[in-house]
């Protein structure tokens, strides 16, 4: 039995194809964007459809761009001698929030994941070895996600590139700051363990 009129149920119902919207929080997002004035919810519709229509992925490291160069392979301040490969476009927001970084990056838009369905050949891998074989990367930082997926991922790629007798890291893994070691788990433990550092 439908409680609201058509037009409103397919509202709801797209809203819960989004990834973490669940029915309630689908009908509470449907219900604020009928409240709104025409003029918002038109100005809603256009930014959801020029967005789709004009982000692409920058050519060079995959990132997502307006069109063209992204702006952190447009910067001439960035050194491409190193390139960290991330997973996902949300892993480049993350680490640029460190401000410590000053390479490039690439993005494979996704792991191998072969209980997904996602192989080597769904990924942007072949373009990080074409950038690589130019010669001109002295350092390939590994920054996927420290779960199977993200360290299965990690050892292909390093095994991809070592031919081209580039330096291959890891990110370091270990105890959160302000976290307690009662907390942490023997994994994470172990990794921290074996990424010490003399201080």
């Given at each position: 039995?439908?409680?609201?009129?058509?037009?409103?149920?397919?509202?709801?119902?797209?809203?819960?194809?989004?990834?973490?919207?669940?029915?309630?929080?689908?009908?509470?997002?449907?219900?604020?964007?009928?409240?709104?004035?025409?003029?918002?919810?038109?100005?809603?519709?256009?930014?959801?459809?020029?967005?789709?229509?004009?982000?692409?992925?920058?050519?060079?490291?995959?990132?997502?761009?307006?069109?063209?160069?992204?702006?952190?392979?447009a910067s001439p301040r960035r050194d491409r001698n190193v390139i960290c490969v991330v997973a996902d476009p949300r892993d480049v927001v993350a680490m640029e929030?460190?401000?410590?970084?000053?390479?490039?990056?690439?993005?494979?838009?996704?792991?191998?994941?072969?209980?997904?369905?996602?192989?080597?050949?769904?990924?942007?891998?072949?373009?990080?070895?074409?950038?690589?074989?130019?010669?001109?990367?002295?350092?390939?930082?590994?920054?996927?996600?420290?779960?199977?997926?993200?360290?299965?991922?990690?050892?292909?790629?390093?095994?991809?590139?070592?031919?081209?007798?580039?330096?291959?890291?890891?990110?370091?893994?270990?105890?959160?700051?302000?976290?307690?070691?009662?907390?942490?788990?023997?994994?994470?433990?172990?990794?921290?363990?074996?990424?010490?550092?003399?201080?």
């Open positions: 039995m439908e409680y609201f009129p058509a037009p409103l149920e397919n509202l709801v119902e797209q809203f819960r194809k989004l990834p973490g919207i669940g029915g309630k929080s689908a009908q509470r997002l449907a219900f604020h964007l009928l409240s709104l004035p025409d003029a918002e919810a038109e100005a809603f519709a256009a930014a959801i459809l020029e967005a789709k229509r004009t982000v692409t992925c920058c050519p060079v490291c995959q990132n997502l761009t307006a069109g063209g160069l992204c702006p952190i392979c929030r460190s401000k410590e970084y000053r390479g490039v990056y690439h993005v494979l838009h996704g792991v191998i994941s072969p209980m997904n369905h996602v192989g080597p050949d769904d990924l942007h891998i072949k373009s990080l070895l074409d950038r690589v074989a130019e010669g001109t990367a002295e350092e390939v930082i590994m920054a996927t996600n420290p779960d199977t997926e993200g360290e299965a991922t990690a050892m292909y790629l390093a095994r991809l590139l070592r031919p081209f007798g580039v330096k291959v890291t890891r990110l370091a893994y270990g105890i959160p700051v302000g976290s307690h070691l009662e907390f942490a788990d023997d994994a994470t433990l172990m990794r921290a363990l074996e990424g010490r550092q003399e201080i």
